[in-house]
């Protein structure tokens, strides 16, 4: 099993609609997490921080859940900008720091 | 502040040859990544440095990867010698106080082996 694994996508979705993409994680000790969003042929760039409490961000929202060691994207009102590969990012630092990126979902948004 | 930057955007060289890629992180930034990118494997992160020091190089496919970091401003990841599985897009990102703040990535470099 990956330590970070990513729902495989793509998601192909009209504007306006809500998607949701999840990302499940196994080391229970990982601290902080982030999602990020690349563009083709792009770098990552930060989307938003993913804290306990959940947080929201204009149309976009993001959750931990430390029980079931996943977080979560959801995107409202999708804009043909938000056409692009999302990727999670899974921190510990317990026992000498480690960052893991998941693969990433693709998320198409048609007109 | 200009970002992160790296050189060569991009580079073609033919296998066995010594490849050198460089970085300068944001200025004030005390972490650098290097990671590299392919469809097979997506990013992986295969050094951390944090205040020029390297603190976790397990990420380093073998003997034939190298990364410094001789000051705060530079770094440089070289391949010698290079082998075609090694093409891939390789991203420099830097942070301040560490990973559990954002990291910046540079635009990355494009790495086509023959």
């Known amino acids: 099993r990956k330590e970070v694994e990513q729902d495989p996508g793509p998601f192909n979705v009209p504007e306006g609609a809500t998607v949701a993409f999840n990302c499940t994680y196994s080391n229970s000790a990982s601290q902080s997490f982030f999602w990020y969003r690349q563009d083709c042929r792009k770098e990552p760039k930060l989307l938003m921080s993913v804290y306990s409490s959940g947080n929201e961000d204009g149309r976009f929202t993001a959750q931990l859940n430390r029980a079931s060691q996943y977080i979560s994207l959801l995107i409202r009102d999708s804009k043909l900008s938000d056409s692009a590969t999302y990727l999670c990012v899974v921190n510990t630092l317990t026992g000498g720091f480690k960052t893991i990126f998941g693969a990433g979902t693709r998320l198409f948004v048609k007109a | 502040d200009a970002g992160v930057i790296q050189s060569p955007r991009h580079e073609v060289t033919e296998m066995g040859q010594e490849v050198t890629l460089r970085c300068k992180p944001i200025?004030?930034?005390?972490?650098l990544f290097w990671y590299r990118q392919t469809m097979m494997r997506g990013l992986e992160l295969l050094i951390y440095f944090n205040n020029n020091v390297p603190i976790d190089d397990s990420g380093m496919p073998e003997d034939r990867f190298s990364a410094k970091m001789p000051n705060a401003s530079f770094s440089t990841l070289k391949i010698q010698p290079s082998e075609p599985r090694d093409s891939a897009v390789y991203f420099c990102?830097?942070?301040?106080?560490?990973?559990?703040?954002?990291?910046?990535f540079g635009p990355g470099t494009r790495l086509t082996v023959l």
């Open positions: 200025s004030g930034h005390n972490s």
């Open positions: 990102a830097s942070s301040f106080k560490g990973a559990s703040n954002e990291q910046f």
